[in-house]
């Protein structure tokens, strides 16, 4: 099992004081029903005026590139979303450039698109989100993600779903703010 083909993970992201007041660095990572890591988010690029706006608690405005990894550390997809103010889309791509498609906000949800900006489906009707319990994993508090991928979901929709779980607060807009773990409006019903 890979973490593109899991029907139900748990995406874990660090959550120590230090981390919530000047964590500038996305991560996540994802694990199965029994612990065992199925991927890792990590960003790949980073300048030090980013690093310093993210530090003000204005990551949210900030650009993001983010690889998504298999265990090996092999990639796996590429999230990428623009700076600026506003809800701006959320791009996915595969690891050779080729996009898949992106993740756009919608009033009170999410809608995914094909490469040619097509409408797929709502996130809401792909994936079932239970947001952010603290918890520890090997000692250290995290908050954890619990996600749930309707079976059968076919590609790129399922790519698609798997990259908004995986980067739910760069989606939602929120960057590296941890503090605001508010989840309301990313999925209905939640």
């Known amino acids: 099992m890979n973490l593109l083909s899991a029907d139900t993970f748990v995406v874990d992201q660090p959550w120590t004081p230090?981390?919530?007041?000047?964590?500038?660095?996305?991560?996540a990572d994802a694990y199965d029903g029994h612990d065992v890591l199925l991927g890792s988010v990590r960003e790949t690029r980073r300048g030090f005026?980013?690093?310093?706006?993210?530090?003000?608690?204005?990551?949210?405005w900030t650009p993001f590139s983010l690889q998504v990894l298999?265990?090996?550390g092999q990639p796996v997809l590429v999230v990428t979303k623009s700076a600026g103010i506003g809800k701006r889309p959320t791009k996915v791509a595969w690891p050779n450039g080729q996009p898949v498609g992106s993740i756009v906000p919608q009033p009170g949800?999410?809608?995914?698109?094909?490469?040619?900006?097509?409408?797929?489906?709502?996130l809401g009707d792909v994936i079932q989100?239970?947001?952010?319990?603290?918890?520890?994993?090997?000692?250290?508090?995290v908050r954890r993600d619990v996600?749930?991928?309707r079976p059968g979901t076919s590609e790129p929709v399922r790519s698609l779903a798997?990259?908004?779980?995986?980067?739910f607060d760069i989606v939602r807009g929120v960057g590296t703010?941890?503090?605001?773990?508010?989840?309301?409006g990313f999925l209905p019903g939640e």
């Open 18 to 27: 230090m981390r919530l007041m000047l964590g500038s660095k996305y991560l």
């Open 70 to 72: 298999s265990p090996t």
């Open 109 to 122: 949800r999410y809608a995914l698109l094909d490469v040619n900006g097509t409408q797929l489906c709502l």
């Open 162 to 167: 798997v990259a908004a779980a995986v980067a």
């Open 147 to 149: 996600v749930q991928v």
């Open 49 to 60: 005026l980013t690093a310093r706006l993210r530090n003000l608690s204005l990551s949210r």
């Open 129 to 141: 989100l239970h947001i952010g319990q603290i918890k520890k994993r090997n000692g250290k508090r």
């Open 177 to 184: 703010n941890h503090l605001s773990s508010d989840a309301s």
